[in-house]
């Protein structure tokens, strides 16, 4: 356990561990008004004997936090004083040339995605184009079927041991690890060139591989790492340092870059920069200001330019800036909607948010499934090989069984697949499962009325639906915006179509309607709202057709929350992610500080003895320490533990007993070269302390802490609310909050743990609180 995350509530020891207790109406037992039901009451009360996996209402103990909190100790403010405003000036600039960076080097990478994919892509299903064509009247169509899922298995496979055996959190899209970064939880790994590495290379295997996802996603993942290394300056995996940039390589400042990194993904992958900026702000941040929304939105435009020119030049038109971002959804005239159609709108975001509820609650359930039987790795790489075997199967199947033509010439697919089509013509199902994921989107969008037959599509909508399902999950690097915009697009083209039927002397363009139900699936899944209507804006290029998206995404996100949460939330409560939400619960100002501190606090002096620390330190698995003019008298009681000077953090203390600064030694080191540089140099991978060795000696002597220590760290009396305490974590974003008497002595510390196991809980229409409690289990 980390953070003085300590938990009054349970022990580690102990072995039952209960779900939570309902603490709504503030009495900490359960609330048995009419309106919570009983699934709800057993949800809330029963305790199971062992930790059920799947358990959305425990947290885990294995997350520590993130500091975004300043510490002014003496070394900072002489820091400062020394360089004068002309540092101040120089890091601003600095700060410049880094968003600058990052949007340059996060649009590169997605060009090497796109283009990677593009050639392989090409490569494969012209290769199976030829085989499919050569063997149909050969009665020889076992052979491309086995041909087509070994193309999908073996890149599938190589992803899924890259993931599996190298790098496990580059799994997934990575987003929900980015939101759980930016609201200030440290998620082991998430910002390593290893895992940028990993990401790259395994979200190409994927959508080679045929699976049902996207690359979008994993950019915003991809630009997070990017810019978490260029803003330090320096490589740990790789052991440079470059010895510039030392002055940013703390928390809040890695956080803003990071932020920055999300957006630039976001503006490469979409072409929306203004969808970027919005991104960050509405899924990730914790803390806004004018300046950074200027430089993330100078990051995101560097990146959708930079992205812009090169895939121009790369695809021989230089200086056109006809690619926009990885996802091109061709050009869009201009939408043509009437007010009669507000009510349909309106119900298809309802349907959106229906089946992105369904879609979420069984990917839900197989997501429990592999937690509890698909462990072993060996066992992941198998999934990934079996789910890419049957997407084939699928496909193949479908364009088998389904007889949908199209005369050549109607649609600008690059591999049409005759199958049993007549001379001049090609499946239409063939088109769409030969090609990636993004082209049959487009695809969908744009076709004219009457390019598809209403089965084909529907059984296309069905199979592809619960594929994404089955794949999002997968020990593979992969995106689900593509795999929900294409099942969107398939559901919402069917009701154009059925509007013809229904209509025929209303002119219906499916196209629209198309987007409008990937606009509401999309929706449904994740529940976006402001990005994601100013992304598919900026996507289509529609300015007039966002009033109908923004109704669409409202009405999707509605119905989605009254059954279940997004599915990025999710996997976040399935994970025991400390997160903070936007606002407190409510009806929570009866729950006072002193009632949810830990207690007793560990505390230091401020001249602390060596071997003192050394044994706490080694005891103990907090990471802050209050600094007191006397040591608490009673461990066991909750008496002050002296007025409150200061905090210290594990790793400052660390770095204090690597560098032997002991008062007795000052001989060995000189005062006048201790500076903050000494912590910025071993910022971020602090070494363990049973790292750190000393003499029988050297544990005799004392160290002075008063100049490492934040003197002004926040504090907070004991009788402060819940919400204010809340309020001050998720707005500073706090790692320790020293909770304080009124005569300033320490009687306890709040840690982001404490905060976040108090969690509203919506279900069907019903609300309420719960109190969840923390496992080292998970």
Known sequence: MSSAERQPLIR????????????????????????????????????????EVGNLNLLSSKFESLDYDTCENHLLLDEERSKGYKFIMKKSF???????????????????????????????????????????????????????????????????????????????????????????????????????????????????????????????HSGAVVAAGISQGKSTTLKVDLRILDYFREDHEKRDFVSGGAAAGVAAAFGAPVGGVLFSLEEGTSFWNQGLTWRIFFASMVSTFTLNSVLSTYHGRPGDLSYCGLLNFGKFETIVYTFSEFFIFI???MTGGLLGALFNHINYKLTV?????????????????????????????????????????????????????GDGQYNVLGAIWFQ??????????????????????????????LLSCWTYGLSVSSGLFIPSLLTGAAWGRLVGMGLEI???????????????????????????????????????????????????????????????????????????????????????????????????????????NVGRIIDVLRSETHNGFPIVDQQCEDADSMKTCGTYRGIILRSQLIVLLQNKIFNESVEIWNPKQVSIKMFWKAYPRYQSIKDVSVTQEERL??????????????????????????????????????????????????????????????????????????????
């Open 12 to 51: 580690p020891e102990e072995e039952i561990i209960s779900y939570g207790v309902n603490v709504a109406d503030g009495t900490g037992s359960i609330n048995n008004e009419d309106d919570v039901t009983q699934e709800s009451e057993c949800r809330t009360h029963c305790a199971p004997e062992t930790v």
């Open 94 to 220: 600095a700060r410049w040339i880094i968003f600058l960076l990052i949007g340059i080097f996060t649009a590169l990478i997605a060009c090497f995605i796109d283009i990677m994919i593009e050639v392989l892509s090409d490569l494969k299903y012209n290769c199976l184009q030829f085989y499919v064509d050569s063997c149909v009247w050969n009665y020889c169509l076992v052979t491309p079927y086995l041909l087509w899922m070994v193309l999908n298995i073996v890149p599938v496979v190589i992803g899924s041991l890259l993931v599996t055996y190298l790098e496990p959190v580059a799994a997934g899209s990575g987003i929900p690890q980015v939101k759980c970064y930016l609201n200030g939880v440290k998620i082991p790994r998430v910002v390593r060139i290893k895992t940028l590495l990993v990401k790259v290379f395994g979200v190409i295997s994927s959508v080679v591989g045929g699976l049902a996802v996207g690359k979008e996603g994993p950019m915003i």
């Open 347 to 349: 119900l298809m975001g």
């Open 369 to 421: 499934f592999r937690l509890r039987y698909i462990q072993a790795r060996w066992l992941k790489v198998f999934e990934a090989a079996m789910v890419a075997a049957l997407t084939c199967t699928v496909g193949f199947t479908m364009i088998y069984v389904m007889d949908d033509c199209k005369p050549l010439g109607q649609d600008p697919t690059k591999f049409p697949v005759q199958m049993f089509c």
């Open 436 to 465: 990636t994921p993004e082209a049959s989107v487009r695809s969908l969008f744009h076709d004219p009325p009457g390019s598809h037959k209403v089965l084909s599509v529907a059984v296309f909508f069905v199979g592809y639906f």
């Open 502 to 608: 229904l209509l025929p002397g209303w002119k219906v363009d499916p196209g629209k309607y198309a987007l409008v139900g990937a606009a509401a699936q999309l929706g449904g899944v994740v529940r976006m709202t402001i990005s994601l209507t100013v992304i598919l804006i900026e996507a289509t290029g529609s300015i007039s057709f966002g009033l109908p998206l923004m109704i669409t995404l409202i009405m999707a996100k509605w119905v989605g929350d009254f059954f279940n949460e997004g599915i990025y939330d999710i996997h976040i409560q399935l994970a025991g992610v400390p997160l903070l939400p936007w606002e407190p619960p409510p009806l929570s100002n009866n729950i006072y500080a002193s009632g949810i501190m830990s207690h007793p606090v560990v505390t230091f002096n401020a001249v602390e």
């Open 701 to 778: 002597f004392t160290i002075d802490l008063r100049p490492f220590m934040n003197p002004a760290s926040y504090t907070l009396l004991h009788s402060a609310s819940l919400p204010r305490v809340f309020r001050l974590f998720r707005g500073l974003g706090l790692r320790h909050l020293v909770i304080v008497n009124d005569s300033n002595e320490v009687i306890g510390i709040v840690t982001r743990k404490d905060v976040a196991r108090f969690r509203v809980w919506k279900h069907r229409g019903r609300m309420g609180m719960i109190e969840l409690m923390i496992s080292e289990k998970l």
